[in-house]
């Protein structure tokens, strides 16, 4: 394939718009997986992904397409669609050249579209913007088409009306990526040059890197070199993505794939490290931003014996999600444990359901915090830490008030798209929050777009919640609410024990609320009319199972999910 029949590109879109099925549909038309009824998200490989229906990590496949006698190679690269895995967004998007922007035809612009957009146009590449859902009852492309002029520029008769889920006007979308997205530009006959824009791990082959090569052929048995390690290594294997890796002889300038050559952790293979031929140096790519962790919580064993299997577990899951980082950390409840820094709290979630679904851990996760910073007024601290300014991700860990002279907090600029009812609530909302508005946008005659900057702080844990709730109407104050609401949800969560327990919000010394849990004595092998000895002995061991996944706080037993369910408010 001559550079020139090569297209890498990426699509884009707010969460459940349909890049996953707008991919499957690409995938079939190409013939790169056979046309069955079971193609549903085939890229969303890790079972979380499938059960809660989102992308967590980005995946590529190489499509093979003819069009107008002219075999092309098209690199597609999906993308996750939630805000907090927009570092897997820039990354993918730096190995193309142009990106098919999905907008759904029912709901139109959406906060994400808006951010989404803003990535690939800000790294210049082509967009393509389509409008997908059209078979729905209520679509109303015509209004999208209207929205998506008004907020990005692009001419109404540019947009692309489709059906992903029925396949209607997919093609077009193809030969409009062909038409409008540039060929890479760069050379075989250069230096090699290849970024590493995303990278696996794999048991038994080590780290598997997916590489954009800008110059160059790379084949096995080259030796390579890491611009940002300085290491050397022998290439083992080169391959293209359909979407499972397939070997290659070489891989080409302009083309995207995969290589394996040895490396043992993905620290190696740093995401947006430049990789080149040890006797032909160049200058690497510009790399990217590193992602910095913005919510913190304690990770535990339910029980400590656990602790050791956590330990690797861990270490084998950060091996394939580098942004999260992990320190040591204990706690006088919980014991010896980690305290883990996440992009979000889908983030955080995710990660969690992942360490249950892959490794089979089940763990306790404390109240999830946002990094502060603390300018030191104490010369003794300052020259304790050797800096003046420090970052504290646990709560424990406050310096004392009278050695601080100011706290720092990340601040976020958050987009609301919403229907313009909602405005007065949704401002009001956003100030009770310490926000501060930036813009206020019609986008068509009845949908605004507010931009806040919010403290990350105020928004972390229920934002979203709070968001939606008022669409349906609550308004409440808020602390006595939330006390009053957590003591109902811990009351619902916590099983009955032998004694009565008292369950009580307080601020400070202040109780707000308070919900009383009556005794009960549960008795599991009641049922069994004292007979059947096999039935009795599997009654109990169920009991011990279960009871592996509470843990004891004083004398209640928390089971693990109260601590999420009861933060989330669910
Ligand atoms: P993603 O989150 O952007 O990857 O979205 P998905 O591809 O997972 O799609 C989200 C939901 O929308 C799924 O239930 C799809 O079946 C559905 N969907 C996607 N495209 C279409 C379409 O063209 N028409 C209809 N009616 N539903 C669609
Ligand atoms: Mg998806």
Not at 333 to 345: E, K, N, S, T, Y
């Amino acid at each position: 394939y001559p550079v020139e029949s090569i297209r890498n590109f990426s699509i884009i879109a707010h969460v459940d718009h349909g890049k996953s099925t707008l991919a499957d549909r690409l995938l079939e038309i190409t013939g790169t997986i056979s046309k069955t009824d079971h193609n549903k998200q085939v890229l969303d490989k890790l079972q979380v992904e499938r059960e809660r229906g989102i992308t967590v990590k980005a995946q590529s496949a190489s499509l093979f397409y003819n069009h107008e006698g002219i075999n092309y190679l098209l690199s597609l690269i999906d993308t996750p669609g939630h805000v907090d895995f927009s570092y897997e967004v820039s990354r993918s998007l730096s190995a193309c050249q142009g990106v098919i922007l999905v907008v759904d035809a029912n709901e139109g612009i959406q906060a994400q579209t808006v951010a989404n957009f803003y990535l690939a146009f800000e790294a210049q590449l082509s967009i393509i913007p389509v409008i997908n859902k059209i078979d729905l009852k209520n679509a109303d492309p015509e209004r999208v088409e209207k929205q998506i002029e008004k907020l990005f520029d692009i001419p109404t008769d540019e947009c692309i009306r489709i059906s992903a889920k029925q396949g209607t006007n997919v093609e077009k979308v193809l030969q409009k990526v062909i038409e409008k997205i540039p060929p890479p530009q760069c050379n075989t006959a250069d230096p090699l040059k290849a970024l590493v824009f995303d990278s696996t791990f794999d048991h038994y082959r080590g780290v598997v890197a997916n590489i954009a090569l800008f110059g160059g052929e790379i084949a096995k048995g080259h030796k390579i070199v890491s611009a940002h390690t300085k290491k050397r290594y022998e290439v083992n294997e080169v391959g293209i993505l359909t979407p499972n890796e397939q070997p290659t002889h070489k891989l080409y300038a302009g083309q995207v794939g995969y290589l394996i050559a040895g490396m043992k952790e993905v620290t190696e293979a740093q995401i947006g490290d430049t990789l080149f031929l040890y006797k032909q140096p160049v200058e690497p790519l510009p790399g990217f931003k590193s992602v910095k962790p913005m919510v913190f919580a304690g990770m535990y064993p339910v029980d400590q014996t656990e602790y050791n299997n956590l330990k690797s577990a861990l270490e084998r899951l950060t091996l394939n999600d580098s942004s999260v980082t992990v320190h040591r950390d204990s706690s006088l409840a919980l014991g010896a444990g980690w305290r883990l820094g996440f992009l979000g709290l889908l983030h955080m979630e995710v990660f969690n359901q992942r360490l249950e679904q892959e490794y089979n851990m089940s763990v306790i996760l404390t109240a999830p915090t946002v990094p502060y910073k603390a300018v030191l007024s104490s010369a003794k601290l300052i020259k304790e830490y050797g800096k003046d300014q420090i970052t504290i991700i646990n709560p424990a860990q406050f310096p004392d008030k009278l050695s601080v002279s100011e706290y720092l907090e990340p601040i976020v600029l958050g987009t609301i798209v919403t229907p313009h009812e909602y405005i007065g609530k949704i401002i009001t909302l956003c100030q009770d929050r310490r926000a501060v508005q930036k813009d206020l946008l019609y986008i068509d005659e009845n949908r605004v777009m507010l931009k806040y900057l919010f403290p990350l702080n105020e928004i972390v844990v229920d934002f979203y919640d709070a968001l939606k709730s008022l669409s349906s109407g609550y308004a409440r104050d808020k602390a006595y609410a939330a006390g009053k609401l957590l003591c109902e949800h811990l009351k619902e969560t916590i099983p009955r024990q032998l004694f009565e327990i008292a369950i009580q919000a307080a601020i400070g010394k202040k109780i707000i609320a308070r919900e009383t849990l009556k005794p009960y004595r549960k008795n599991v092998v009641a049922k069994c009319y004292g007979g059947d000895i096999t039935r009795r002995m599997k009654l109990l061991r169920r009991q011990a199972e279960g009871k592996r996944l509470m843990r004891k706080i004083g004398n209640v037993e928390v089971p693990r999910d109260a601590f999420i369910r009861v933060l989330k408010r669910e």
